[in-house]
């Protein structure tokens, strides 16, 4: 089972924009049915912010995110993307990204996480 690297966190200002990077070792994305963008705010739960479907690349959305971030994938670099835009301190968290195949019921594979931290 392939596991998730992602890159790209760090320190941001609210307003600026972030990009993280998820790779997948040993396995391409187009082994997934969806790939996805997972956070996990200091003290609370992990919670889903976006995914990427392979077939034509439907992308869906958090509504808390929606309009601010755009998942996207190269699949020559075998890489998927989370472009992140008017940041707000409650975007802070550690992001993770994970695969779903085509009969699996929920996302694995996640890796060990990146920090955001977004100050006002």
């Known amino acids: 089972q392939a596991q998730m690297v992602e890159t790209g966190g760090g320190l941001a200002q609210a307003g600026d924009s972030l990009r993280l990077s998820c790779s997948a070792s040993g396995r391409t994305f187009s082994d997934y049915a969806l790939v996805g963008w997972f956070r996990q705010p200091p003290g609370k739960e992990r919670e889903f912010v976006a995914a990427i479907s392979r077939p034509g690349g439907s992308t869906y959305y958090s509504d808390s995110v929606r309009g601010r971030f755009t998942i996207s994938k190269d699949n020559a670099k075998n890489t998927v993307y989370l472009q992140m835009t008017s940041l707000m301190p409650e975007d802070t968290a550690v992001y993770y990204c994970?695969?779903?195949?085509?009969?699996?019921?929920?996302?694995?594979?996640y890796g060990q996480g990146t920090q955001v931290t977004v100050s006002s």
């Open positions: 994970a695969g779903r195949g085509d009969h699996d019921v929920h996302y694995n594979g």
